[in-house]
């Protein structure tokens, strides 16, 4: 069999791992547009301002790929998918066939319709590069505009005021990570935020960046000038579906997927940012764009391309976890709710200073959580929400600190079952070699 993968980042990475232990004879070929080993985008800012050196950045080591008998074409960019030969062409002419081919190509920023886009000293905030340039900006920036408050966004201006710069944020919205978190959780990383001299505009867009060649001030909707040398855009991002598009593949939003990973070809799959999938917490079909659920999916989609039928049915449309400063914050499934009571959709909070515990609830399941302060047991709601538990019984001990796993011994939210008594047969020498029949679950 020969694997052929788009991307190497975290869902094409992964594959190539999973695939390399599931068939050890196949040939495995990954197409990457960058030149580096798989890094961390989660962890670019923390390079950016000193906190981690280059090299705690990559998550597989430099001969990962080679280790693995995987022929990596890196600074490669995929220009065409031919369905009808099978061929991946590059656009150094190079063609590679494939027998099952993985589209893990990601996103890409999307920077807005203004002018000065072009000029030294503006970036986005999305890779090792942009990382670099942040990094070297100490070396001349005094001010900087941050255009965006998400997560992405807000990372940035963290990690530029920690630089020494004077960095303010605008927001076209009239809260901070307004996709993310509800008015009281924006609240409280806007308050950290500002302690730490970063000035936030809320309600208000740029309609242009000003300079010559460099950046000298920006220019807002209501015709206020902001002087900085640097501009971080961090207004979004579009899935990488282009590829997959001019191949004929389904696409809307993104490349289409079913519960298997696959696409409209049962020879292409898809894992990661580029794809859209249903949400379990809404049952409506949404981008991926998280790191968990991209590594999550490329393990599906790699048992599935080598023959498996596994179905992925984990994707969370919101899931975001980040620590900003000395707060951590956590978003998790449906959490921004117009109106509670026309949906039947039900919320549970708790609010005590900077630790803020939001639950949402809908036909006695929980759907989606706002953890801010405190996330010490967010993985526990992630698995209720995600294995749809019925919380009926537990309604008024959901947000209790001995709330836990010890609730639900009948559960194994698709795990080990951690009350399981242990197997007598564990007792053999050689338990470890055939712990699936052991076990009583299966190969």
């Known amino acids: 069999?020969?694997?052929?993968?788009?991307?190497?980042?975290?869902?094409?990475?992964?594959?190539?791992?999973?695939?390399?232990?599931?068939?050890?004879?196949?040939?495995?070929?990954?197409?990457?547009q960058e030149g580096y080993p798989p890094y961390s985008r989660c962890l670019i800012s923390r390079y950016a301002d000193g906190r981690l050196l280059e090299s705690d950045l990559y998550f597989k080591t430099k001969d990962f790929f080679k280790k693995c008998g995987v022929e990596e074409n890196l600074h490669t960019t995929a220009a065409k998918i031919d369905r009808a030969a099978k061929k991946l062409i590059c656009e150094n002419a190079k063609e590679i066939e494939y027998d099952k081919l993985l589209i893990a190509?990601?996103?890409?920023?999307?920077?807005?319709?203004?002018?000065?886009?072009?000029?030294?000293?503006?970036?986005?905030?999305?890779?090792l590069d942009d990382?670099?340039?942040?990094?070297?900006?100490?070396?001349?920036?005094?001010?900087?505009?941050?255009?965006?408050?998400?997560?992405?966004?807000?990372?940035?201006?963290?990690?530029?005021?920690?630089?020494?710069?004077?960095?303010?944020?605008?927001?076209?919205?009239?809260?901070?990570?307004?996709?993310?978190?509800?008015?009281?959780?924006?609240?409280?990383?806007?308050?950290?935020?500002?302690?730490?001299g970063v000035e936030v505009i809320l309600n208000e867009s740029l309609i242009s960046i000003n300079g010559t060649e460099s950046v000298y001030d920006v220019t807002t909707a209501d015709k206020a000038h902001i002087k900085c040398?640097?501009?971080?855009?961090?207004?979004?991002?579009?899935?990488?579906?282009?590829?997959?598009?001019?191949?004929?593949?389904?696409?809307?939003?993104?490349?289409?997927?079913?519960?298997?990973?696959?696409?409209?070809?049962?020879?292409?799959?898809?894992?990661?940012?580029?794809?859209?999938?249903?949400?379990?917490?809404?049952?409506?079909?949404?981008?991926?764009?998280t790191w968990f659920n991209a590594v999550l999916q490329?393990?599906?989609?790699?048992?599935?391309?080598?023959?498996?039928?596994?179905?992925?049915?984990?994707?969370?449309g919101i899931q975001n976890a980040v620590q900003f400063h000395q707060i951590p914050a956590i978003s998790f499934g449906k959490t921004l709710i117009e109106?509670?009571?026309?949906?039947?959709?039900?919320?549970?909070?708790?609010?005590?200073?900077n630790v803020y515990k939001k639950l949402v609830l809908k036909e006695d399941k929980i759907c989606g959580m706002i953890f801010v302060g405190d996330i010490a047991k967010s993985g526990f709601y992630a698995a209720l929400i995600r294995q749809e538990v019925d919380v009926s019984k537990?309604?008024?001990?959901?947000?209790?600190?001995?709330?836990?796993?010890?609730?639900?011994?009948?559960?194994?939210?698709?795990?080990?079952?951690?009350y399981k008594t242990i197997p007598a047969c564990w007792g053999s020498p050689v338990w470890w070699l055939q712990r699936a029949q052991c076990m009583g679950i299966g190969s």
């Open 229 to 289: 040398e640097f501009v971080v855009i961090a207004t979004g991002i579009t899935p990488n579906k282009e590829l997959a598009e001019q191949a004929g593949l389904d696409t809307d939003r993104g490349i289409l997927v079913d519960e298997f990973l696959m696409t409209s070809d049962a020879n292409i799959f898809a894992a990661g940012d580029c794809i859209e999938i249903q949400d379990v917490s809404t049952g409506k079909r949404t981008l991926s764009a």
């Open 1 to 32: 069999m020969r694997y052929v993968i788009i991307g190497s980042s975290a869902a094409g990475a992964q594959a190539a791992e999973e695939l390399c232990a599931l068939d050890k004879d196949s040939k495995i070929v990954v197409v990457s």
């Open 105 to 127: 190509t990601g996103a890409r920023p999307r920077f807005p319709k203004i002018d000065g886009l072009d000029l030294s000293g503006v970036t986005c905030f999305h890779s």
């Open 298 to 316: 490329a393990k599906f989609a790699s048992h599935n391309m080598a023959g498996g039928r596994r179905r992925y049915t984990g994707a969370v």
């Open 394 to 418: 537990y309604r008024d001990k959901l947000l209790d600190q001995d709330f836990s796993y010890a609730y639900f011994k009948d559960e194994n939210f698709g795990q080990m079952d951690p």
């Open 131 to 196: 990382a670099y340039r942040v990094a070297e900006s100490v070396a001349f920036v005094k001010e900087a505009v941050v255009v965006g408050a998400g997560f992405v966004g807000l990372e940035a201006a963290y990690a530029l005021t920690r630089l020494g710069i004077k960095v303010t944020v605008v927001e076209r919205c009239s809260q901070i990570l307004p996709n993310q978190l509800d008015i009281i959780a924006s609240k409280i990383i806007q308050r950290d935020l500002e302690e730490l």
């Open 339 to 353: 109106d509670e009571s026309s949906d039947g959709y039900e919320v549970i909070s708790i609010h005590s200073g």
